[in-house]
């Protein structure tokens, strides 16, 4: 089994960004792995059983446009989910996704680990 996670932050005010809506999509099979929010801390830890080729490209979306109507600044927001488009070509690494969230960008970086 994988693990994916993430750290979430808002960058307006470094607070941990909380209940952020995220899914997890084998875009070749069209099938839904997860989907869950962020927890009290900004953090995202999800055991996934990758069932598919290595080759397989997946989609972790953020629903960050939801995060800053929460937020009460949605007025100046336009970015709507933040898609990271990634392979998983070893079914057992740990594999972390973090992101520092704006209302109009982002900045994500990616490791892997067994």
């Known amino acids: 089994m994988a693990i994916i996670s993430s750290h979430t932050l808002n960058g307006i005010d470094g607070t941990h960004a909380v209940a952020i809506g995220v899914t997890l999509n084998n875009l070749r099979s069209n099938e839904m792995l997860f989907s869950t929010k962020t927890d009290d801390t900004g953090r995202l830890s999800q055991t996934v059983e990758i069932t598919g080729r290595p080759s397989d490209t997946y989609e972790l979306i953020f629903r960050a446009g939801d995060y800053w109507r929460d ?24 594999h972390h996704l973090p992101i520092i969230l704006s209302p109009n960008s982002y900045s994500t970086w990616a490791s892997a680990a067994e």
Do not use: K, Y
Request: charged share 25%.
């Open 71 to 94: 937020q009460g600044v949605a007025h100046s927001q336009l970015i709507e989910e933040i898609v990271l488009r990634l392979r998983i070509p070893d079914e057992h690494a740990h």
